[in-house]
């Protein structure tokens, strides 16, 4: 069964930066598109913030974290990050990321559900 754990979650103050990983049991990593993605605190729905291609050379970011945050991946260790800098209080919420044999980088964005997901992560800003 393939799984995925994320780490590196906390509390951070406005302005600070976290970095994320993604550790995936997964035999052919290499082959899955990954991405982040977040839930808001009151809502029930995950929200797109960064998909990576299979070599990591092409990346889709929303437009919120676009400038702020850098998806990467290393096949090597069969690891996902996301660096996120210039937090902000926005960026609350409970980040997970997810893995999806068929889609590219794009429509990973737009697609509700996935292969698989991570348990997910907690990020917390301080105003």
């Known amino acids: 069964q393939a799984q995925l754990v994320e780490s590196g979650g906390g509390l951070v103050q406005a302005g600070g930066s976290l970095r994320l990983s993604c550790a995936a049991s997964?035999?052919?990593?290499?082959?899955?598109?990954m991405g982040w993605f977040r839930q808001a605190p009151g809502r029930e729905d995950r929200q797109f913030v960064a998909t990576i291609s299979l070599n990591g050379g092409i990346t889709n970011y929303a437009d919120s974290v676009k400038g702020r945050f850098t998806i990467s991946r290393d096949n090597a260790l069969n690891t996902a990050y996301l660096q996120m800098n210039s937090l902000k209080p926005e960026d609350t919420g409970f980040y997970y990321c997810?893995?999806?044999?068929?889609?590219?980088?794009?429509?990973?964005?737009?697609?509700?559900?996935?292969?698989?997901w991570g348990q997910g992560t907690q990020v917390t800003v301080s105003s």
């Open positions: 997810a893995a999806d044999r068929l889609l590219s980088v794009a429509a990973m964005s737009d697609a509700p559900d996935h292969d698989y």
């Open positions: 997964i035999n052919t990593f290499d082959q899955y598109t």
